[in-house]
């Protein structure tokens, strides 16, 4: 899966980032896997830690051009690249989101172009590696600023996110894969794992929860309704019409200001 990071990002309507902004809070629910940079990368900063990580990426891909039916390094190279992201990352002060620069959308890219070479060999994916690539697909649809590459990120995320649930059911699990299938545009989906998250909860979190499922799939709903305003919009009027009114701000960067 690729995603456009060069050159100006145009043809984007305004309501894209006020869909994102629903996007980013969906983030409450996120489960990541087990992997913790900082047992790779003693005191170092955030720059220092990037370089490292990089690094070990780039020679478990150099091993993988010998070994490319190797699965857990196709692992390593997907965790290793997503950490080298996070590291790369710069954080929204005023919504404290991941902003990310050019070089964390390429480690996040390379990520994802790993992930899906080890889904095609994996019979059985790790559950803790899919829940990590949601995170990290989510993270990509709530940066990049066209409406097919958020598409793709969110489908992305629903994919990885599904396998992590199935594997490693919770009201966690299943409250975010949820979420992702409402702004997939899967709602029936989206609506029975929400009542699997209910029916595993109990009291005011079930009622919560309930809530939350109600709000996303009204966002969900929304977002299919101006993506297709879009799409009309862009037939009617011409793709120069629609332009991105931020300028360049660009994705995560706008969504607070």
């Known amino acids: 899966m690729l995603f456009d990071t060069r050159g100006r990002r145009r043809h984007v309507i305004r309501v894209v980032y006020a869909v994102l902004a629903l996007l980013m809070g969906a983030s ?8 913790n940079i900082a047992s790779l990368i003693g ?6 830690t990037a370089k490292v990580l990089v690094e070990q990426a780039e020679k478990a891909e ?7 039916q190797n699965q857990p390094l196709l692992l390593t190279v997907v965790r290793t690249r997503v950490a080298a992201g996070n590291a790369q990352a710069e954080t929204n002060p005023q919504t404290g989101t991941p902003v990310l620069t050019p070089e964390a959308l390429e480690s996040y890219e390379k990520a994802s172009e790993a992930w899906d070479i080890y889904l095609k060999q994996a019979e059985s994916p790790n559950p803790a590696g ?44 299943l409250t975010t894969l949820a979420i992702y299938e409402f702004f997939n545009g899967n709602f029936a989906a989206g609506e ?14 079930a009622k919560e929860i309930k809530k939350q499922m109600a709000e996303y799939r009204n966002a969900g709903e929304s977002w299919e309704k101006q993506k297709n305003t879009y799409a009309k919009t862009e037939k009617e009027r011409g793709k120069e019409s629609l332009e991105n009114p931020f300028g360049g701000l660009g994705g995560g960067s706008g969504l607070g200001e």
Do not use: C, H, Y
């Not at 005191?43 to 220092?48: P, R, W």
């Not at 029975?192 to 979190?205: C, D, H, R, T």
């Open 62 to 68: 150099a091993k993988l051009v010998r070994e490319p």
């Open 130 to 173: 899919a829940a990590l690539m949601a995170g990290a697909f989510f993270t990509l649809a709530e940066n990049v600023s066209e409406i097919e590459p958020i598409d793709e990120a969110i489908a992305g995320a629903a994919k990885a996110q599904r396998i992590a649930a199935e594997a490693q059911p919770s009201v966690g699990t």
């Open 192 to 205: 029975k794992v929400g009542k699997e998250a209910q029916a595993m909860a109990s009291g005011a979190q």
């Open 43 to 48: 005191g170092s900063t955030t720059t220092e």
């Open 28 to 35: 409450l629910f996120l489960v990541v896997g087990p992997f």
